[in-house]
């Protein structure tokens, strides 16, 4: 609409309809009309519909390459990491549709991007973001260092170009113990999520993120305290301003955001967090080490995962979720209380944990492992 047609229509809305006449004597119908032919609207629909399809054939592309790589691999890294990057992108244009179509809005099956590409578009944005796809400022080409950080408990991984990651072992566990992680939260799921959790007698992490910590989320973490979990520090945001991973902050940035949200997990929840998992498991040595020393957080990454975010089917998610725990015998297992899909499988599967002989343990087994008790 032209910016005449807007102003009439913002000062329509802003007065109440039974003064309107008295006060402006003005007609409705051209406005109504006028707004009613806004078709760029509908246009910027097609095209968001177009953008969809877009990332979610990439989607696919980097879901399957994630369930066949092995955790902390380079491919891994790189698949994983940007699977949960277009899967946040991917809902947001959902939402933004739904919004203007009053639809949820589905692939046509069997199209092309059903079948699953990477476009130049896709892979240009994820190098903005992450580096995977060109040397990092500072890197040496081809890196593949490995940075001990606590032996045998983790590592920092130099991969793709440079990326630092953070590799979990899981040595201490006994064949059948699992820890349960859940990240990305608090959100709209996450009381049911600890309550089936505390029900099962299942005590998780649940690595949170301070911007959603205002008073619901604050109510959520204090039931996730009280289910007897473990509240613990994810970032404030998932990334930095612009969209990118820590390792675009300065260690002093990292420790600064991580020590608000720790005050805030401790004020409302009463007791201070004792872990720290990096988003996208992406870190510096430098930061890492910090923010064990200065803040007590234990890193915590993962050898088990889920990748929950690359299905809505939580039957799919359920059955490979099973396979890889019975495959691997043991782990830390990383699932997100966000989407439905976790919510449904990670009730199903502490039962099957429990009907299988496998022992959920409390995250102090990570305490005592990184301190070498
Ligand atoms: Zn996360």
């Known amino acids: ?49 177009a953008e969809y399809g877009e990332f979610y054939s990439a989607l696919k592309v980097f879901s ?39 639809a949820e809005y589905r692939l046509p099956a069997g199209s092309e991007r059903d079948r699953g590409t990477v476009s130049y578009k896709v892979v240009s944005e994820l190098n903005d973001v992450f580096g995977f796809y060109s040397v990092l400022p500072g890197a040496r080409e081809g890196d593949t260092r ?5 032996a ?17 072992y899981d ?3 006994n064949k059948g113990e699992v820890i349960l992680t859940f990240d990305d939260g608090p959100g709209a799921l996450t009381e049911e999520v600890s309550a089936a959790m505390k029900e099962g007698k299942a005590p998780s992490i ?34 930095t301003e612009s969209d990118k991973p820590f390792t675009n902050y300065s260690t002093e940035k990292t420790v600064s955001q991580l020590s608000g949200v720790a005050k805030t997990i401790t004020e409302a929840t009463g007791a201070k967090p004792g872990f720290f998992r990096p988003p ?22 993962w050898t088990i995962d889920t990748l929950d975010w690359s299905t809505k089917d939580p039957d799919t998610l359920f059955a490979n979720t099973v396979s890889m ?49």
């Open 1 to 49: 609409m032209n910016k005449k047609t807007f102003a009439l229509a913002s000062i329509v809305s802003l007065i109440p309809f039974l003064s309107l006449s008295a006060q402006l004597n003005l007609p409705m119908a051209p406005a109504a009309v006028e707004v009613a032919a806004a078709n760029p609207a509908a246009d910027d629909t097609e095209a968001l519909k």
């Open 171 to 173: 040595g201490f566990l």
């Open 206 to 239: 649940f690595f949170v993120l301070g911007r959603s910590l205002g008073d619901a989320g604050k109510a959520r973490i204090k039931a996730e305290a009280a289910d007897g979990h473990s509240v613990a520090v994810h970032g404030y945001g998932h990334a």
């Open 325 to 373: 725990i019975q495959k691997r015998g043991k782990g830390i297992v990383l699932m997100h209380d966000i989407h439905p899909q976790s919510r449904t499988a990670a009730k199903r599967l502490v039962g099957w944990l429990a009907a299988n002989g496998y022992k959920v343990v409390s995250p102090e087994r990570l305490t005592k492992a990184y301190k070498g008790e």
């Open 146 to 150: 490995g940075v001990p950080i606590k």
């Open 64 to 102: 399957n390459v994630a369930y066949v790589s092995p955790v902390g691999s380079p491919e891994y890294v790189e698949a994983a990491a940007s699977g949960q990057y277009l899967r946040a992108r991917i809902e947001g244009m959902a939402s933004r549709i739904l919004r203007a179509t009053g």
């Open 152 to 168: 045998g408990y983790c590592q920092i991984n130099f991969v793709k170009n440079n990326v630092p990651f953070l590799v979990q």
């Open 280 to 301: 996208y498991g992406i870190i510096s040595v430098d930061a890492l080490n910090a923010i064990y020393s200065e803040l007590n957080l234990v890193p915590v990454g």
